[in-house]
């Protein structure tokens, strides 16, 4: 008879444990963004959309400086760090490149168009892990 009541006490017990752990990883899952890494200043970065205030520009060393932070880390916390990329690309074989521009240029007047100003690319690997950053000016 104690085996039972043994019993019945744990299937009591076990979804109140199943119910605290989602809530645990839910409430961790919602923290806020970070307003600084390293020395750049996220809440400035987020607030240049499109870098059509040139303040990324001013932040490109600081950037360069936490790269090495950033990898590993998976897309969709780069989106809570950085903010929306001005342009999400999707490659071959589930690979994302996240574009957030460094300077202001025709993408400030229409995102759409081709722009020769300065940009970070990040790719994400197919399991949306951060893999690489690279610099360019060419148009994409």
């Not at 303040?55 to 950085?82: C, M, N, P, T, Y």
Request: contains cysteine; aromatic residues 10%; charged residues 30%.
């Amino acid at each position: 008879m104690d085996l039972n009541l043994t019993k019945g006490v744990f299937k009591m017990r076990f979804p109140e444990k199943i119910y605290t752990l989602i809530l645990v990883a839910f409430v961790s899952a919602c923290g806020s963004a970070p307003d600084k890494m390293g020395n750049v200043d996220l809440n400035k970065w987020r607030g240049d959309r499109g870098g059509c205030n040139n303040v990324r520009s001013g932040q490109k060393a600081d950037f360069k400086a936490i790269e090495e932070e950033l990898k590993g880390k998976f897309a969709d916390d780069i989106g809570k760090i950085l903010g929306r990329p001005d342009i999400h690309q999707l490659g071959e074989r589930n690979q994302k490149f996240y574009v957030y521009f460094l300077q202001k240029g025709p993408q400030c007047e229409d995102m759409k168009s081709r722009s020769e100003a300065e940009k970070v690319i990040l790719k994400f690997n197919a399991v949306g892990l951060l893999s690489e950053i690279t610099y360019q000016t060419r148009p994409l």
